[in-house]
């Protein structure tokens, strides 16, 4: 099992750029595949980016490609997101999640953060 903590949310003015962090707890991080997502007001749950466990394969959403970029560091147990040019559009609670299952395989990710509000004022 693994618990997953995001953090690095808040408000930026559009064209701005935030870095996201979630940390896993456990020694078994590396086995898992990670990603992020994110749900807007109103809105469903959409992917935004997922990572697999050596870091040396992602997959992003059209909406963020170009924009957005994923990696880890499998020795500190944390997953990133860095997002640059950022719109009010991107504005949304993000959540990272994890699963032992590829990124390829479009499965259920099993386990969960919190999740960190990110705000992008026009």
């Known amino acids: 099992q693994v618990q997953l903590v995001e953090s690095g949310g808040g408000l930026v003015q559009a064209g701005g750029s935030l870095r996201l962090s979630c940390a896993a707890s456990g020694r078994t991080f590396s086995s898992y595949y990670m990603g992020w997502f994110r749900q807007a007001p109103g809105k469903e749950r959409e992917f935004v980016a997922a990572i697999t466990r050596s870091g040396g394969g992602t997959l992003y959403a059209d909406s963020v490609k170009g924009r957005f970029t994923i990696s880890r560091d499998n020795a500190k147990n944390t997953v990133y997101l860095e997002m640059n040019s950022l719109k009010p559009e991107d504005t949304a609670i993000y959540y990272c999640?994890?699963?032992?299952?590829?990124?390829?395989?479009?499965?259920?990710?099993?386990?969960w953060g919190q999740g960190t509000q990110v705000t992008v004022s026009s």
């Open positions: 999640a994890a699963k032992l299952e590829s990124i390829y395989n479009p499965s259920e990710y099993d386990y």
